[in-house]
């Protein structure tokens, strides 16, 4: 298997563009997870999937950023519109049941001007 | 909630020592996972090993082991014979069985030649 897949791997946008990440999990993992990682606050949960169900978003800093994952293969994380506070790595990470690793992808790197 | 405490921001070790990173954490349940991982310069988070709460023995990954002290709530990292290649973040993580995954603030390895 290839890993976690992630692109872009960088991206630099303007203040109010759309930006969209995107994240393909490891095949047959159950779970799929996006953190965000800023040297001020660290490794944070932004939210996670189950089976393609989102089933804890608290994590989701504003209204701005949403995510979706439209089958096992695939999940967008999207940032409207976008804020140079925003600026961070992002990192999508899959794992399968209970107790199982989780996998990060390599992680994006968002620079929002 | 569940917490992960990293009290050693950052250390420092000579090539070939030992060293150990610290990490507490709190949790209600009594059944959870508790992982450390590697992040090296290139952001890449790294699986490094991985421990069952629900097992006595201590995890051991080559160089790396643990000492986990359930009743103390303690999760510490030891690694050997350090090499130049493990400079890194260090985080510990806790996973629960309602799949909540926090992760401790890091420590900062480096290794000295």
């Known amino acids: 298997d290839a890993g976690v897949i992630q692109s872009p791997r960088h991206e630099v946008t303007e203040m109010g563009q759309e930006v969209t990440l995107r994240c393909k999990p490891i095949s047959g993992h159950d779970y799929l997870f996006w953190y965000r990682q800023t040297m001020m606050r660290g490794l944070e949960l932004l939210i996670y999937?189950?089976?393609?169900?989102?089933?804890?978003d608290s994590g989701m800093p504003e209204d701005r950023f949403s995510a979706k994952m439209p089958n096992a293969s695939f999940s967008t994380l999207k940032i409207q519109p976008s804020e140079p506070r925003d600026s961070a790595v992002y990192f999508c990470?899959?794992?399968?049941?209970?107790?199982?690793?989780?996998?990060f992808g390599p992680g994006t790197r968002l620079l929002v001007l | 909630a569940q917490t992960v405490t990293q009290s050693q921001p950052e250390m420092s070790v000579q090539e070939a020592e030992t060293v150990t990173l610290s990490c507490t954490y709190d949790?209600?349940?009594?059944?959870?996972?508790l992982f450390w991982y590697k992040q090296p310069p290139s952001r890449q988070m790294i699986l490094v090993i991985r421990q069952e709460a629900y097992k006595q023995q201590n995890a051991t990954e080559n160089r790396f082991s643990v000492n986990f002290q359930k009743a103390a709530k303690s999760f510490s990292l030891k690694i050997s014979d350090s090499q130049l290649g493990d400079t890194a973040m260090y985080f510990c993580?806790?996973?629960?069985?309602?799949?909540?995954?926090?992760f401790g603030p890091g420590t900062r390895l480096s290794v000295l030649p």
């Open positions: 949790t209600s349940e009594n059944n959870y996972y």
């Open positions: 999937f189950n089976n393609n169900v989102p089933i804890d």
């Open positions: 993580a806790l996973r629960d069985y309602g799949q909540n995954f926090v």
């Open positions: 990470a899959s794992g399968g049941s209970v107790g199982e690793t989780q996998y």
